[in-house]
């Protein structure tokens, strides 16, 4: 199979794309070759696209959008974006300011009043992860559901009912259930469903036809399915996630193009304030905006944000400078951080900036022994969980209440996992038995402590 993808990436290459620019073709032969030993090892499938302002953009399909049918991806191809969303849900509750219909600084019980933390929590405390509103990962509903089952209803009264993870204004901590308040906010404030508000507002006004917030598994044409790594090379088809859980936080699909257009206009005041555009893109520490990450690549600022959703992983970057900025799009429909790697190569490649051969893959042993023995839960601190388990001879790991990724055994102990990109390693205790679990495999890498 991963033979049968590749073969179709390069049947690919230089139809699919138009260079950059006075880049010329050895601009394209360099991403091209950061991209296909991803594409051979099954771990990426997708469109990489680069626009500098001014110039036409380049844009390239690698693999296949359908596994099961052998269909090729397209550069128009239309993806779930993952938390690449919540900038949209963060312009959205500025427009509203912008109109005095709200403020950031007020607290979100005044619009959400069944909130049991609501007086506490204001919204900008919200778009910057700094609420102590839990995640919507670890919500019972999201764990007991395997994220298949719950209405946007049934996730915000969940989210009202639970306790705050800590003071509101005195931590940062990621969290997808703020950005779902935000859209409630967004719904009760404007009147219109969420989907409907950033439609009229945003995409529609743009002509980014493609872009929408739309449940997981509709179907409409072009959007391609999702898939998630298994075993050694495979991939395996995943089930939507319900859109009750992503709303607001996860929920769009987009192509690269769209995304390109998108981009072009934020940053080049079409859509916001300046105002505005100042708090979106201003660190409020953290290296976080509103819905928007803030932080320097090869010594450039960069403005942007990754995502990943089951079946999905993406990445949207603009590139500042001086003279001329960028926009890095990298869009996959395998759930596989692999698209880390090829984030920063290709910007590399981009900005003439040296860089090292793809390294893709790992190379993959036999168990050292019993798998049983591994499983357990490991603590890396105060709420964060890593249950480990065996599935029809495969070790399994689970941040919290999140989805599985397979750890697959590797050279000198080390497992890898294809999804996170990460290396983990067991400890052993005096007597042999297992009792931490080591993420990463250099000096200093967290390590998690067996607790049942």
């Known amino acids: 199979m991963n033979g049968k993808i590749f073969q179709c990436a390069v049947a690919l290459l230089g139809l699919a794309g ?12 360099r991403i091209d ?21 001014g110039a036409e953009a380049w844009v390239r399909a690698y693999g296949l959008a359908s596994v099961e049918l052998d269909v090729a991806h397209r550069p128009n191809d239309i993806f779930m974006i993952g938390s690449v969303s919540k900038q949209f849900t963060a312009v959205a509750v500025l427009l509203l300011e912008e109109a005095g219909m709200l403020s950031t600084s007020d607290a979100v019980g005044k619009y959400l009043p069944d909130l049991r933390h609501g007086a506490t929590v204001t919204l900008e405390q919200l778009l910057t992860h700094t609420s102590g509103v839990v995640d919507i990962y670890s919500l019972d509903r999201f764990g007991l559901t395997g994220g298949r089952s719950g209405t946007f209803a049934e996730i915000l009264a969940d989210l009202g009912a639970a306790p705050l993870d800590f003071a509101p204004g005195t931590r940062y901590s990621y969290s997808n259930g703020g950005y779902a308040l935000l859209a409630a906010v967004v719904e009760r404030v404007s009147g219109l469903d969420y989907g409907e508000y950033v439609r009229q507002r945003l995409f529609e006004p743009l002509g980014m036809s493609s872009t929408a917030h739309d449940r997981p598994g509709a179907a409409v044409r072009g959007r391609v399915a999702g898939y998630e790594p298994w075993g050694r090379a495979g991939m395996s088809p995943v089930l939507p996630v319900a859109a009750g859980f992503t709303t607001g936080s996860g929920s769009i699909w987009s192509s690269a193009r769209d995304l390109l257009v998108w981009n072009a206009a934020l940053h080049g005041g079409r859509v ?36 990943r959703v089951a079946g999905y992983a993406s990445d949207v970057a603009r590139y500042l400078d001086e003279d001329e900025d960028a926009t890095i799009v990298v869009l996959s429909n395998v759930e596989s951080v692999a698209r880390d790697q090829i984030r920063r190569l290709v910007a590399a490649a981009v900005f003439g900036e040296p860089y090292s051969s793809p390294e893709p893959r790992r190379s993959f042993d036999g168990p050292a022994g019993p798998l049983e023995e591994l499983a357990g839960v490991y603590s890396f601190g105060p709420g964060f969980e890593v249950s480990v388990r065996v599935s029809e001879g495969r070790l399994l ?56």
Not at 33 to 53: K, L, N, S, T
Not at 273 to 278: K, M, N, R
Not at 280 to 289: A, K, P, T
């Open 272 to 307: 916001l304030s300046e105002g505005s555009y100042g708090k979106l893109v201003r660190d409020h520490g953290n290296g976080y905006g509103f819905g928007i990450s803030v932080f320097q690549r090869f010594g450039r600022p960069v403005i942007g944000h990754d995502g």
């Open 33 to 53: 070759a950061i991209v296909a030993p991803y594409v051979e090892a099954g771990d990426f499938m997708g469109v990489v696209a680069v626009q500098r302002d």
């Open 397 to 452: 790991a689970r941040a919290n209440q999140g989805g599985s990724s397979e750890l697959i055994p590797g050279a000198a102990g080390e497992w890898f996992s294809r999804m996170l990109y990460a290396t983990v390693r067991f400890g052993r205790d005096e007597e042999g038995a297992v009792d931490r679990l080591i993420w990463g495999s250099g000096e200093g890498s967290p390590v998690g402590s067996r607790v049942r």
């Open 18 to 29: 138009v260079v950059l620019g006075a880049s010329g073709p050895a601009f394209g032969d």
